[in-house]
């Protein structure tokens, strides 16, 4: 069985102070509630844990209700950290679960063709991660000021979520991560640490978090155009 782990639990600071990022409102509804909606309709997931701030429980689960999001779903508390986070989503899947694609909650425009081309390159490798080649060219600066050098962009990626793994080893390289009290924002970071390699999915439609208030009318506009 394929799971999802939502994760909601983030404080969204560079919104602004009173600004919740996954409720406000974008293509008639909020931006928690696109993301859900897309693994809500993935074929390839069978269930789904939402991971919220302590408090936000009724919240979720009424919009659950709203929009007829029914596919089966927990709701669990988050942790200090984004992979203590996941880590609580991990430790409510069901044991059947096999592969676990983990999503950034304000990622509302995830395509399911990609949500399946994770799961199965996941199936096969044990990790896989939703990226897109780097186009801008990037410098590097130890004190940002002064450009030091021009990095090689033909090597690099930007990586996105869903991040998707066989159970066991996001479980194995977490536990590491958490013995050596090391801490990632990235759950990919954390297989790198035990070796597991790790297969880069091309993201080719655009697949954009909102972080920024700015990042709002593109993503409405993209928003609008898969309904």
Sequence with gaps: ???AILVAAGKGTRMGPTADKLFLEV???????HT??????AKCISEIIVVVRDGMQNALTELASRFHLQKSFRIVVGGTERQDSVWNGLEALSLTAEIVAIQDAARPCTSDELIAAT??????????????????TLKESADGRLIQRTLDRSKLW????????????????L?????RRLVFTDDTAACE????PVRLVSSIAPNPKVTVPGDLPFIEM???KKT
């Design 1 to 3: 069985m394929n799971a």
């Design 27 to 33: 293509a008639g509804r909020p931006v928690v509630a």
């Design 36 to 41: 859900w909606q897309r693994f809500n309709d």
């Design 119 to 136: 799961v199965q390159a996941a199936d096969e490798t044990g990790a896989a991660v939703a990226a897109q080649p780097v186009t801008d």
């Design 158 to 173: 930007a990586v996105q979520t869903p991040q998707t793994f066989r159970v066991e080893v996001i479980r194995r390289a």
């Design 175 to 179: 536990t590491e991560a958490r013995r």
């Design 193 to 196: 640490l035990i070796g597991q």
């Design 222 to 224: 993209l928003l609008q």
